[in-house]
């Protein structure tokens, strides 16, 4: 069992981590937009909206879709007072808690509430306010989604590798361990 946990943390984990990759180089992206626009502003004196927002969805993106791979490269925020002295089944018992009764719900009710939110800026198909601005708020809105699907993907990932974790042996060797991770 704790070798079929592993195998399908390690599954659902590469496609965190593919979609953490793909969603990295948005920032390289981000960061030449960015400069584009201190050129044209301050050496031509020339200013486009679209580019400024196209900043804007970027970054939200990168966050957004990111957040699933900060969680699983564990670079989340904690407060880790009482947890970083826990052996590392005791932290494995405290994340599967956590992933079970804090986490996946709370990903479940931000899904839920967003729902609508994200639905009535597609019915309408919303656009900038700006003159100038971006056609697409509609589809910005929508990566609360994909926030979602990532978070919980991993939090899934992570209840897998607890229970392999929890479910090995004692006396298995430590680099036998390592590999649940």
Same mark, same amino acid.
């Given at each position: @069992?704790?070798? %079929?946990? $592993?195998? %399908? ?8 981590? &593919?979609?953490?990759? *793909?969603?990295?180089?948005? $920032?390289?992206? @981000? $960061? ?34 990111? *957040? ?25 018992? /405290?994340?599967?808690? &956590? #992933? ?5 719900? @709370? @990903? ?12 009535? =800026?597609? =019915?309408?198909?919303?656009? =900038?306010?700006?003159?100038? &601005? ?7 809105? =929508? /990566? %609360? ?6 978070? #919980?993907?991993? &939090?899934?990932?992570? %209840?897998?590798?607890?229970? *392999?974790?929890?479910?090995? !042996?004692?006396?298995?060797? !430590? ?7």
């Amino acid at each position: @069992m704790h070798d %079929i946990f $592993t195998a %399908i943390y390690q599954r659902l984990s590469s496609i965190t981590e &593919g979609i953490g990759r *793909a969603v990295s180089w948005l $920032t390289l992206i @981000m $960061t030449l937009v960015m400069f584009t626009i201190v050129v044209l502003r301050y050496v031509f004196n020339f200013n486009l909206i679209f580019l400024q927002e196209s900043v804007l969805y970027l970054h939200a993106i990168v966050f957004l879709l990111g *957040a699933g791979y900060t969680f699983k490269a564990n670079e989340h925020v904690r407060v880790d007072i009482l947890y970083r002295t826990m052996s590392e089944r005791k932290q494995a018992a /405290v994340n599967l808690f &956590g #992933c079970v009764f804090l986490l996946l719900p @709370m @990903m479940v009710f931000i899904g839920i509430i967003s729902w609508e939110y994200i639905s009535f =800026s597609w =019915s309408i198909q919303e656009k =900038s306010q700006e003159a100038g &601005g971006l056609p697409f708020v509609y589809l910005l809105k =929508s /990566v %609360i989604l994909g926030m979602v699907f990532s978070v #919980c993907l991993q &939090g899934i990932a992570e %209840i897998f590798r607890c229970l *392999a974790l929890l479910m090995t !042996p004692d006396h298995q060797a !430590p680099e036998d361990k390592q590999e649940a991770n």
